[in-house]
């Protein structure tokens, strides 16, 4: 997996990339929500808006799991969507 050099932490990024897969996925807020472990639609809201208050690592695991990708792509240090598990499979 190729990681991006001076990579530097971007909520807005990680807002657009998490609001563009849900999108892809056909989710509603609430729905990414609830598959991401009972997490509010307002959650899911304030992170799709770079809100850094409403991140911990958790979340964002969690996030990237009901997505299907990884952490690394939300938070863009890497160009690569697939999630761990199918780059595994892929190996």
Known sequence: MGFKRNWKFDTQILGQRVKE???????AQSELGWRAGSYTHVKI?????????????????DVADALNV??????????????????????
């Open 70 to 91: 990884s952490v690394d792509y939300l938070v863009g240090r890497s160009d690569v969507a697939g999630s761990p598990k199918e780059e595994e499979e892929l190996a």
């Open 45 to 61: 809201n304030h992170l799709e808006n770079g809100d850094a208050n409403s991140m911990d690592a958790r979340f964002l695991c």
């Open 21 to 27: 897969i849900r999108k892809l996925r056909g989710l």
